[in-house]
T-cell receptor, first 112, second 116 residues
Framework: NAGVTQTPKFQVLKTGQSMTLQCAQDMNHEYMSWYRQDPGMGLRLIHY???????DQGEVPNGYNVSRSTTEDFPLRLLSAAPSQTSVYFC???????????FGEGSWLTVV | AQSVTQPDIHITVSEGASLELRCNYS??????LFWYVQSPGQGLQLLLKYFSGDTLVQGIKGFEAEFKRSQSSFNLRKPSVHWSDAAEYFCAVGFISSGSARQLTFGSGTQLTVLP
């Protein structure tokens, strides 16, 4: 049981490049979400999903796309990376009837 | 809208001393409350959580937290700090958004330094 797995752990991008952060969970959790962590700001919600085929925006969705074609996977896409997207990204998941959210190990992204 | 405030950005304590990290929240209903810890370069580890019932909750690594509804607080405590407790601590409140997705609102974090 691997829990929530994020890849890559570290990535450097050039401004304007695109990339996808992968997130997978093997706990059959219905709810998945992406947060970004910036110094002094805690974690902020980017996008979330309540089940396969359903996604919605969080607090800071601009510049990011998501999709949820399967229960297990919830990739986060940066279409045209900007330096303001330099951050640590955390994927999280939760069982539908539960209240505890489980986090991945984080992905450190630098946009130069 | 819900919010979480951690008023102390940085706290320094000596090893063996007691610790209290403050957390205040603003939320219209009874919240789900969490404390997470993050070591440098690591992910978030859940220390403890409060959903209902006994307002004093015990967590891992000897931590405890007390929910005080009248003060809208959920302070984290440890009677004797170890050097390995040096990390950043995040308080979070869970809420139900549209679609019944329980997401978390985080405080800005408190960095704990432990002196030998």
């Amino acid at each position: 049981n691997a829990g929530v797995t994020q890849t890559p752990k570290f990535q450097v991008l050039k401004t304007g490049q695109s990339m996808t952060l992968q997130c997978a969970q093997d706990m059959n959790h219905e709810y998945m979400s992406w947060y970004r962590q910036d110094p002094g700001m805690g974690l902020r919600l980017i996008h979330y999903s309540v089940g396969a085929g359903i996604t919605d925006q969080g607090e800071v969705p601009n510049g990011y796309n998501v999709s949820r074609s399967t229960t297990e996977d919830f990739p986060l896409r940066l279409l045209s990376a900007a330096p303001s997207q330099t951050s640590v990204y955390f994927c999280a998941s939760r069982y539908g009837g539960g209240n505890t959210i489980y986090f991945g190990e984080g992905s450190w992204l630098t946009v130069v | 809208a819900q919010s979480v405030t951690q008023p102390d950005i940085h706290i320094t304590v000596s090893e063996g001393a007691s610790l209290e990290l403050r957390c205040n929240y603003s939320y219209g209903a009874t919240p789900y409350l969490f404390w997470y810890v993050q070591s440098p370069g690591q992910g978030l580890q859940l220390l403890l959580k409060y959903f209902s019932g006994d307002t004093l909750v015990q967590g891992i690594k000897g931590f405890e937290a007390e929910f005080k509804r009248s003060q809208s607080s959920f302070n984290l405590r440890k009677p004797s700090v170890h050097w390995s407790d040096a990390a950043e601590y995040f308080c979070a409140v869970g809420f139900i958004s549209s679609g019944s997705a329980r997401q978390l609102t985080f405080g800005s974090g408190t960095q704990l330094t432990v002196l030998p």
